[in-house]
């Protein structure tokens, strides 16, 4: 297997930095699969990027299940 089958989007969580999850996937991929690029990866930062990213990952049929998180601090 050289894909994992996960797909993230990920999005800017405050207003004047923003800590990327990236490294976490590229772990776990490297971990399950030997392959720190064996996930699929997006990144939105407006509602027109979000929307594009839900295409391209609703056009393939490669994920099969889709889980949302978002994380954000109460003034972001």
Known sequence: ???TGIAVIESTWW???N????GFF???ADIVVKNP?????????NVEGLKKAI???SSTKTFGT???????TPTA
């Open 1 to 3: 297997m050289t894909d």
């Open 15 to 17: 207003k004047k930095k």
């Open 19 to 22: 800590t990327s999850v990236r």
């Open 26 to 28: 590229e772990i776990i």
């Open 37 to 45: 690029h064996g996930y699929h990866y997006e990144m939105a930062n």
């Open 55 to 57: 295409e391209t990952l």
């Open 66 to 72: 889709y889980t949302w998180r978002c994380m954000a």
